[in-house]
């Protein structure tokens, strides 16, 4: 057969058809990101100068961090996910995304919904559920939107013509269902039908472990999954395992939220379940990187020159990190110690930014080209985006875990007073509040670029794109 | 996996295997869990709040003080949360404390004190001593806690002239440093009334026998 | 450089899709036989199974504490609870409660009364005398002059029949078991009986009428 040419064609197709909701989708999420990102570095400061923004009650402290989050993880993460999981489901079901006049309105739905909930925060209409602050009206709004994203995402999936299924679909289609029903789930049990007492915090452990493991890990791995061998040309290494690795990790993440409730008043046999689940994990984890890392092997020089394999890199050794630090936070005796602190706000921090947000940066190096026929136009922002991402989960990862054991050990000592941990940790508080700038900065780097790729009038200078076909992928490089 | 129906039900099987073994299972636990009758005096824990202290809690939920302070005390054993120094209660918080609490807020971050217990932490004050030191902290952390990071909450008052009117009995008596100025004087507002009347409200003080029997820690043997 | 250069500026792919997932179908389907290396892998994952549902579920089974929903300490004792012991409080305890609500205003804390206002419990012979005098001044009342300990009171007391019969009978164990008085309990039947017997009366006693019965 000579798939090449025709390939290069219905590819082509695909990319125009997927264009526009693509980048509406990665232009709010940007947006998100940036707004998102401010609010998070104001409300970090906040921590070691209480005096910034106090006497403003739309940004008392406690309406901005949840609003700074809510942002991020609503505003950027769900519409970069939405971005390129269109994106990537129409490439892998090798079928153009119709109609997708609708996906705008899916994208205004979805983002208006976004606003009003932020905006809904910061005027003191929080429900301060955590991850489901936003006021409870907004849900139906989400839910709409995205439906509307879900409904093809799956029609997508099943008009596919490709007689097999790749491990990134599996990744896409179970995320595409668990995130609304996670979410609707979580809205009638905290807000239609309140349930008792001490229940409310565990459906929102289990709804929060769930986003972040139910759907920002698994697009990130569909991520991994697919560029991987799209950027070497090598398939994944034991492929034969990857589907054990997908429902290993299905089953137990699902079950992992009680680990959130470690010495809470739930009855004990929920957090043992989430720790038990937490140690299963592993399993899984360690078939993704005997995937990936076995993939990668002998071929990390390739990341030399591809900033989409760079920031894939990252985001598997985070993925591993976060794992291990789900873990570690799970064996009782450390968790006694690290609970309540800046340690603990790592482990999702890992998760949704190192994890996540580098995989969909390096999807979107990969994708806008293809998608808008143009290049980057600064190689050196490209360099700082990504220099900055990694040096600050660098000084995260190992700052925070640091300040998070400090805290521990004080909070734990009754005879170190609350004033006295508070000055002892604000050098901690600072660094924090430096390194979410530093990752800021890059994030201008990206935009910048961004606006210069993909806004038709800013975009005129910027050359043409020339992309080689790709050859076929071949078996004997499977190694 | 070809399948789109294979993998669908397996996404959903999944997810309704955790729905049900963690939460519905979890629900007909808790949700069974009822008030508890004191037999000698014949009263029910734990107690609702009463309807100004209930307004205080959609107060403490629209500032988000969830997210510095938790309201959950440890048992013994896990953690430092009973020892002399903290005292953040006389025992580790129960399912059943938080029973007729609309929203249980228990929290994640602990960068300020755990708050489960406040209401009983006023020592020999009288409860409107008690009253005024949440004021001045909401007002002005800095006026009673040096050092602290809480950001002050002045939209809480109202500051407002004294000339032309009483003086009012509920003006903060503020250090000078802290102190608005002559002629001022800082008034809770009603949101602030109810707040502090619901930080007031939060104790747990009834010990439930059979919690406390079933969570004592199981004596020392040589197999443990 | 330059490749590296003109890599940052677009990315190229090494593979295209369909051969990706055709590629990847084939390998899902055969299990690499050749090399000898990889025949350990399956293995050893298969060993890391097993160690991670054996401790996982030892690790459930020491620390799910029977699954019982009112423990929420891991360190709690693991043996089953026996039969909750019904706390057994006497009658005098109870009625503390019901004292606390009713009496307290007049007869006070400490049993003693008012001077002059309201007669004091503590070691009143009313109190620790005859069970039917009190029992009917609990349920209609008294009113007129009463000499208790030596003084004269003249006040009136409101009735409590409303209350249950074993209501009563808690609160008078407990006037009868306090500040000193030492007499015995009091029965709800007492109380019922006594209550039947005065059940038309509608009437506050009098201490005169009230010497006549009982001893």
């Not at chain 1, 939220?257 to 008043?265: K, V």
């Not at chain 2, 013994?76 to 007729?100: C, H, M, P, T, V």
């Amino acid at each position: 057969m000579n798939p090449s040419a025709n390939n290069r064609t219905e590819q082509l197709e695909i990319d125009a058809s997927a264009k526009w909701p693509v980048l509406v989708f990665f232009a709010y999420g940007l947006g998100w990101l940036l707004l998102g990102g401010l609010m998070q570095v104001a409300a970090a400061m906040q921590l070691h100068t209480p005096a910034f923004l106090a006497g403003c009650e739309w940004v008392t402290h406690g309406r901005l961090t949840p609003a700074a989050q809510n942002a991020l993880v609503y505003g950027w993460g769900m519409n970069a996910a939405f971005a390129f999981g269109l994106w990537l489901m129409a490439r892998l079901s090798a079928t153009t995304l119709r109609h997708g006049g609708w996906l705008f309105v899916a994208a205004k739905f979805w983002n208006t919904g976004v606003a009003l909930g932020v905006g809904g925060i910061l005027a003191g209409y929080s429900t301060s559920f955590e991850l489901l602050e936003m006021p409870r009206f907004v849900s139906l709004l989400l839910l709409a939107a995205y439906a509307l994203v879900g409904v093809w995402a799956i029609t997508t999936f099943s008009i596919r013509n490709t007689e097999n299924v790749y491990a990134s679909q599996w990744y896409i289609f179970g995320a595409a269902f668990w995130f609304p029903w996670l979410y609707a789930i979580a809205q009638v049990m905290l807000f239609q039908a309140p349930v008792r007492g001490v229940l409310q915090p565990v459906v929102n452990a289990w709804y929060a472990h769930g986003l972040y493991n139910l759907w920002f890990v698994p697009v990130a791995l569909a991520a991994a999954y697919y560029f991987l061998p799209k950027i070497l040309g090598k398939p994944v290494a034991n492929y034969y395992l990857a589907s054990l690795a997908f429902w290993w990790l299905a089953v137990t993440s699902a079950f992992a939220g009680g680990s959130r409730l470690i010495g809470a008043p739930v009855p004990v046999w929920i957090p043992t379940m989430g720790i038990v689940a937490n140690m299963l994990v592993v399993v899984g984890v360690v078939i993704v990187a005997i995937n990936l890392f076995g993939t990668l092997s002998g071929r990390f020089e390739a990341a030399k020159s591809s900033p989409t394999l760079r920031f894939i890199l990252l985001s598997i050794v985070s993925f591993i990190l976060a794992a291990a630090m789900n873990l570690a936070l799970s064996m009782r005796g450390f968790a006694a110690t690290v609970q309540f602190t800046l340690l603990d706000g790592l482990r999702d921090w890992l998760t949704f930014y190192a994890c996540f947000s580098t995989a969909m940066f390096g999807a979107a190096y990969f994708i806008l080209p293809r998608l808008t026929g143009k290049e980057w136009r600064s190689t050196a922002l490209v360099k700082l985006h990504f220099g900055a991402t990694a040096l600050g989960i660098l000084l995260m990862v190992v700052g925070l875990s640091y300040a998070g054991w400090t805290q521990g050990r004080l909070l734990n000592d009754a005879t170190v007073s609350f004033t006295a941990l508070t000055q002892a940790m604000t050098f901690w508080f600072a660094f924090r509040t430096g390194t979410l700038g530093l990752l800021l900065i890059g994030h201008v780097a990206f935009l910048i670029n961004f606006v210069w790729i993909a806004c038709p009038i800013n975009s005129q200078g910027t050359a043409t794109a020339t992309l080689r076909t790709p050859p076929a992928l071949s078996l004997e490089g499977h190694a | 996996m070809k399948n789109g129906l294979a993998l669908f039900l397996g996404v959903f099987a999944t997810l309704a295997l955790s729905w049900a073994g963690l939460l519905l299972t979890a629900h007909k636990q808790i949700g069974s869990l009822g008030q508890f009758k004191d037999p000698a005096d014949e009263t029910l824990y734990p107690q609702p709040l009463s309807g100004l202290a209930n307004q205080g809690r959609l107060v403490y939920q629209d500032l988000g003080c969830v997210s510095c302070h938790t309201q959950q005390v440890r048992q013994q054993g896990f953690g430092n949360d009973l020892a002399e120094g903290r005292k953040w209660g006389e025992r580790g918080s129960y399912a059943r404390d938080y029973i007729r609490d609309q929203t249980v807020l228990i929290g994640q971050n602990r960068l300020g004190p755990d708050l489960r217990n406040v209401g009983s932490r006023l020592g020999d004050a009288k409860p409107e001593e008690y009253a005024q030191w949440f004021y001045k902290l909401l007002y002005a952390p800095q006026s009673v806690a040096a050092g602290t990071n809480m950001p002050a909450h002045p939209f809480l008052f109202d500051v407002h002239p004294v000339a032309g009117r009483q003086p009012s009995a509920h003006a903060l008596a503020l250090p000078s440093k802290f102190a608005p100025g002559p002629g001022l004087e800082v008034v809770p507002t009603p949101r602030a009334v109810a707040l502090v009347a619901y930080l007031q409200s939060l104790k747990d003080t009834y010990d439930y026998p059979t919690e406390r029997s079933r969570n004592t820690p199981a004596p020392k043997e040589g197999g443990h | 450089m330059s490749a590296n250069d003109s890599n940052f500026r677009v990315e190229q792919s090494a593979a295209s899709d369909d051969s990706i997932q055709q590629v990847h179908a084939r390998l899902q389907k055969q299990k690499p036989e050749k090399t000898d290396g990889y025949s350990m892998l399956p293995l050893v994952l298969l060993g890391l199974m097993c160690c991670a549902v054996f401790f996982g579920s030892i690790y459930l089974a020491h620390f799910s504490l029977r699954f019982d929903p009112l423990v929420y300490s891991e360190h709690a004792n693991r043996e089953k609870p026996g039969a909750v012991k019904v706390v057994a409080l006497t009658r005098a305890q109870m009625g503390k409660k019901v004292f606390d609500t009713t009496c307290i205003a007049c007869h006070q804390a400490n049993g003693m009364g008012v001077p002059g206002q309201y007669p004091p419990l503590a070691a009143s012979e009313w109190v620790t005398g005859s069970e039917e005098r009190i029992i009917r001044i609990v349920l209609h009342g008294l009113n007129g002059p009463i000499t208790v300990e030596g003084k004269e009171y003249n006040n009136v007391m409101a009735p409590l029949g409303s209350l249950k019969d074993d209501q009563i009978a808690n609160v008078i164990s407990y006037v009868r078991a306090s500040w000193g008085n030492t007499a015995p309990e009091v029965s709800p039947e007492t109380v019922a009986k006594v209550r039947a017997e005065t059940a038309g009366r509608n009437t506050f006693w009098t201490a005169a009428e009230l010497l006549k019965i009982g001893n």
